[in-house]
């Protein structure tokens, strides 16, 4: 079993950055990925940023450019470093691991979830 534990959500204007935080404790597997979803009120879900233990990478469209996902594989923990925020990136931001490769991570799949850090944007 892994437990995920989210930090560094916050209220940040428009323009700002923050960084979140998400250490895993519990067993490490061989090969995994880590990333972050998202959810805002009355939305779905949405995948923000992933990367696997073979250092690939995926970001949704609406992110690229401004947020950046590194996967510490000797800690068991992945940041995303978030800057030129905006208000549609307010949400509750979760942590997840999948155990296997990027190439079959989907939400559906996801084998563990944090709790979440809540994130807003304001104008």
């Known amino acids: 079993q892994v437990q995920l534990s989210e930090s560094g959500g916050d209220s940040v204007q428009s323009g700002g950055s923050l960084r979140l935080s998400c250490e895993a404790s519990?067993?490490?597997?061989?090969?995994?990925?880590m990333g972050w979803f998202r959810q805002a009120p009355g939305k779905e879900r949405e995948e923000v940023a992933a990367?696997?233990?073979?250092?690939?990478?995926k970001y949704a469209d609406s992110v690229k450019g401004r947020f950046t996902i590194v996967l510490d594989k000797d800690k068991h923990a992945v940041y995303l470093e978030m800057r030129n925020l905006k208000p549609e990136d307010t949400g509750m931001y979760y942590c997840?691991?999948?155990?296997?490769?990027?190439?079959?991570?989907?939400?559906?799949?996801?084998?563990?979830w944090g709790q979440g850090t809540q994130v807003t944007v304001s104008s």
């Open positions: 997840a691991e999948y155990l296997g490769s990027l190439a079959y991570y989907n939400e559906d799949d996801i084998n563990f």
């Open positions: 990367m696997d233990t073979d250092d690939s990478t």
């Open positions: 519990g067993y490490k597997y061989y090969n995994f990925a």
